[in-house]
């Protein structure tokens, strides 16, 4: 049975997907920036064509991702030394 859906499901969202592509990536992308996870894709290219700054969201600010990659370091070298 889930190898007929897999057979059945599969083609059929790659058809939808290429017909329209942009549907879905628009709609998720403004998604995204109604939850906070990414920026406004209406202004987006606007603000970098007129070199205005960008709210960066939270998730990909550069500080955040220092922080994590600092403690995921901090957590590997930890349990090394544990062995």
Request: no cysteine; aromatic share 12%.
């Amino acid at each position: 049975m889930l190898t007929i859906e897999a057979a059945l499901t599969v083609p059929a969202l790659a058809l939808t997907g290429i017909a329209d592509p942009n549907t879905y990536r628009s709609k998720l992308w403004h998604d995204g920036y109604m939850n906070g996870y990414n920026s406004d894709p209406s202004t987006i290219l606007y603000s970098y064509a007129n070199y205005e700054p960008v709210k960066v969201p939270l998730v990909w600010n550069g500080s955040y991702v220092d922080l994590h990659n600092f403690l995921v370091n901090l957590r590997v070298r930890t349990d090394n030394h544990s062995l």
